[in-house]
Each structure stands twice: as C-alpha cells, then as structure tokens.
C-alpha cells in the first residue's frame, strides 16, 4: 500500500477498520503516539514546566488515551480484532517525549548544568587528591614498624 491510501484510510470518518481492512493501523497508531509525545515534550519544554511528576503523568495520558479516543469515536474500529492496538507505541511516545522535554529543559538551564559540571569536577578531583595523599603516608609509614 502506498503512504497517501494508508493516510486516506487512517482520516476516513467512520470506516471500521479491523485487522483485515487496514492491517496498517498499529503503525499508523504507534506513529500518532510518536507524534504527540513529541510535540508535548516541545510543548513542556517551551513552556519550561518543573515538576516532573504531573508532566511525566499528563504526557502519559495525553500519549495513551488520544489515539483511543480517535480509533473509538472518529474511526470505529474494532479493537479487538487487532493484538495489543490499545496501547502500542505508548512507551515510544513517551520516550520521545521525554527526550524532548530534557533538551529543552537543559538548553534553558546552561548556568546550572555548568555550577553542577564544575562541582562534580572538583569534587573528582578532591577525592583524587586525597587518595593521592592516602596512598603516599602509607607508603613512607609503612617501612617504620615500631615493634
């Protein structure tokens, strides 16, 4: 099938598809998914949202109940004739929407990931330090054995 006739198919208000009439419709779904993780992740991002808890928890809803509510009300597909069509593609929307949200989110926080840069550096470099030091008194102790 070419992509315009599989788009045609996934558009047509009230088409009933099952597994047999548009057997590409997991794909078609699983790319929805992908789709709106993405611009919800842009949409977090942009907005600068910090509390991962309720954006992670409404990405996750927005990315798994959308495309059910297209398949049940605008399509009418039935469901059950096709392997696991309810939730395929949830966990790729929200990886990718996770992805965006992280870039955006460190693109828009360039001070604080340099403060931690330079923090986890010198903390590095003090425990090197101090293992350096460690490791050189037990070296000049351990030739003066007092019994």
Do not use: C
């Amino acid at each position: 099938m070419t992509t315009s006739s599989v788009l045609e198919k996934a558009i047509q208000f009230g088409s009933k598809p099952d597994s047999t009439s548009f057997p590409e419709l997991p794909t078609v779904t699983t790319w929805l998914r992908l789709l709106i993780g993405a611009l919800y992740g842009v949409s977090l991002g942009i907005r600068n949202e910090n509390s991962g808890l309720v954006g992670m928890t409404l990405g996750l809803n927005v990315i798994a109940f959308v495309p059910i509510l297209w398949l049940n009300g605008y399509l009418q597909a039935n469901i059950d004739s096709y392997k696991n069509l309810r939730f395929v593609g949830v966990v790729n929307g929200l990886a990718i929407m996770l992805l965006i949200w992280i870039v955006f989110f460190t693109n828009n926080h360039e001070q604080e990931e340099k403060s931690l840069q330079k923090i986890i550096s010198d903390a590095i470099f003090s425990a090197e330090t101090d293992k350096l030091e460690t490791s050189t008194t037990e070296e000049t102790t351990a030739g003066t054995d007092e019994f």
